[in-house]
């Protein structure tokens, strides 16, 4: 899998490239700048971009604007943004263009190898990988909507859904059977209004509509 980073930190942008390369990614282009980036992903076209939020020449949201582009422009590339800290309103733009091949980590979530190295793996595979923390505060926003339909283990299954898990992930995270995992979905999509069709992925409407509505 071919992969770029854009991150200001020198040491962590090495530390990045390194622990990629380490398992077996291929790392084209490393980069300090959003400019930088979106002409390293023009030139290679990777499999997946991980892009600090916070780059110059303000440290606010400029990597989040060139993620934003990103997506425009080459939707074939995944886009995985580190943050420092959750910005619910980041979370939500990204998702406005879709859940496919995008995902938001917190920084701290580096230092776990697996879960990290797992999250650019399905965002470059087109899947979707949303820190814990982030899909926390984008369903606590829908928790205070008197209109929402959904049991609390099922806003459960919706949110290990959002970090990308699978039906078994889900079910061990749970501590209850794929079998019971299944119920709950059938049960989202039915009261989100989300039928069955060849050309859908129910799990990420069910994702996009819950979240943005």
């Known amino acids: 899998m071919r992969v770029v980073i854009a991150e200001d930190s020198t040491l962590l942008r090495e ?16 980069v300090e700048d959003a400019p930088a980036l979106l002409a390293v992903v ?9 892009v600090d939020i916070r780059m110059p020449p303000t440290h606010t949201d400029e990597g989040l604007r060139a993620a934003l582009r990103l997506r425009a422009r080459h939707p074939g590339t995944g886009v995985l943004v580190l943050s420092q800290y959750v910005r619910v ?19 701290d979530r580096v ?9 650019v793996r399905r965002v470059g595979s087109g899947g979707s990988a949303f820190d814990p923390a982030v899909v926390g ?3 606590g926003r829908r928790r205070d909507d008197s209109d929402s339909r959904l049991t609390e283990r099922e806003r459960a299954v919706l ?13 061990q995270r749970l ?15 039915a009261k989100l209004d989300l039928s069955a ?12 509509r819950y979240l943005n509505a």
């Open 15 to 30: 530390g990045l490239t390194r622990l990629l390369v380490e398992e077996g990614f291929d790392v084209v282009a490393a």
């Open 42 to 50: 023009e030139e290679h076209r990777p499999d997946v971009a991980v």
């Open 89 to 107: 309103s980041y979370a939500a733009e990204l998702l406005d263009a879709g859940a496919d091949g995008v995902g938001y980590l917190l920084k």
């Open 111 to 119: 230092s776990d190898l697996a879960e990290f190295t797992a999250a």
């Open 137 to 139: 505060k984008l369903l």
């Open 159 to 171: 949110a290990l859904m959002a970090e990308g898990r699978t039906n078994q992930a889900i079910a």
């Open 175 to 189: 501590f209850i059977t794929e079998r019971t995992v299944e119920k709950h979905c059938t049960g989202i999509f």
């Open 197 to 208: 069709s060849p050309h859908d992925h129910r799990r990420v409407l069910a994702v996009l």
